[in-house]
């Protein structure tokens, strides 16, 4: 049987596409990670690089320029600093605010973590195909639900047909 049933569903299954795609992607680098003895997870790099642009930030300041939540950046921090590669302190002037930063482990991992993000990022643009057409659709998509939340429309959608 080949049928692939998300691709057949087009639109409608398409953030089981995307996370599809995504899940595809992270499990190959959680791989080579492993082939490499690296105890890193794929989804760390963005903390690491944002950690190694401005030294030391708090869990709110990593997870606004991410778009995610503040659960998840916490959750990715605590793992981070269980592995070493994170150290926390409390705020000196708010100590309810955590404060962020690399440890020399995770400094010194940079260079072979860059090189690795080097080569992820020149096999998707092989899988592109220099195409990056796909940036500016997913620019739009994100700049649509900021606007209006997908939940707002797909809800507007819902009353109109009861």
Known sequence: MDQDFIKELGY???DSRLKRISDRMSHDVRKFYKEQNIDVEPNWYLVFMLLQKNKEMSIIDIAE???YSHPSVVAIVKKMAEKNYLHIRKDSTDKRKQMVSL???AQNMLPQLEQIWDSCENAILQVLSDELGILAYLDGIDSQLKN???HD?????YLKKI
Do not use: C, I, N
């Open 153 to 157: 429309r797909f809800k507007k959608q």
């Open 12 to 14: 409608k299954a398409l």
């Open 148 to 150: 209006e939340s997908f």
């Open 103 to 105: 440890t020399e482990k």
């Open 65 to 67: 320029p991410l778009g």
